[in-house]
């Protein structure tokens, strides 16, 4: 007897600022369900082949290509032969790609499940109104108790979808990581650390892109060319920063 098929729909992209975290997470779930279900997936974008979590779920998935000049037909032509039981949209369709997936689902009548951030217990009853077609959400992120809870019928929270590495807390740890996708969220990092004791010891992950943005609170800034975006081993402090070093 076949398994009933649910179709996830992502993106990744790296350029022109990265944006990988709806594709991880829905790929982090994929494990649970394959046992259950037959997993299929469009994504809007490259397919990171070499990221370990999808390599190791890639040969049990069926992957569907999307055609970038017409994504609406695609997408229809996608539900129509998967024909799921759900849809799982790894993110609130705002707009663009997954906002064109979501009406195409509530077209035909298919069952929806959003993930998103959530970051305080009265988004729910927002994202809930916002976009009544999709019947559940699983809003990911850390409530005051740190704990998964129901928060109404249709949302449920759950701590980040990440495992601790192994032996974490055998080591000290004494360093911050900023993770400066866009120039905003870079900026925000930066400004949480005028609050932090002087001597603080910091990790910048940034494009290049945004390097200038980081000398005028950050130095001692150094480049790692393992990386496709850069690395900083930045000191905070007050007064200006020379260039890194080319």
């Known amino acids: 007897m076949s398994r009933p098929p649910i179709l996830f729909f992502t993106y990744y992209r790296v350029t022109p600022v990265g944006q990988m975290g709806v594709f991880k997470r829905c790929i982090r779930l994929m494990p649970r369900l394959l046992d259950e279900f037959d997993v299929h997936l469009v994504n809007f974008g490259p397919l990171p082949e070499r990221e370990a979590a999808f390599a190791s779920v890639r040969d049990r998935i069926v992957v569907h290509d999307v055609a970038d000049d017409d994504v609406g037909a695609s997408v229809d032509a996608v539900l129509r032969r998967v024909d799921p039981c759900a849809v799982i949209l790894g993110e609130a369709p705002v707009r663009g790609s997954m906002r064109v997936a979501h009406r ?9 499940v959003g993930l998103e951030n959530t970051y305080h217990r009265r988004f729910a009853p927002y994202i809930a109104r916002e976009w009544p077609a999709v019947d559940r959400w699983l809003l990911i992120g850390l409530l005051e108790n740190g704990l998964p809870e129901r928060l109404s019928m249709q949302c449920r ?5 990440v495992r601790f590495p192994e032996h974490f807390g055998a080591v000290a740890r004494d360093r911050i990581t900023v993770i400066g996708y866009d120039s905003e969220s870079l900026l925000t990092g930066l400004a949480l650390l005028e609050l932090l004791p002087g001597g603080q010891q910091v990790d910048v992950f940034v494009s290049p892109e945004w390097r200038p943005l980081i000398g005028t ?15 900083s081993s930045p000191r905070r402090t007050r007064s200006a920063c020379p260039p890194p070093p080319r």
């Open 104 to 112: 195409a689902a509530r077209g035909l009548g298919i069952w929806q």
């Open 157 to 161: 929270a759950v701590p980040p979808l």
């Open 217 to 231: 609170t950050l130095c001692r800034t150094r480049s790692s060319p393992s990386r496709s975006g850069s690395r």
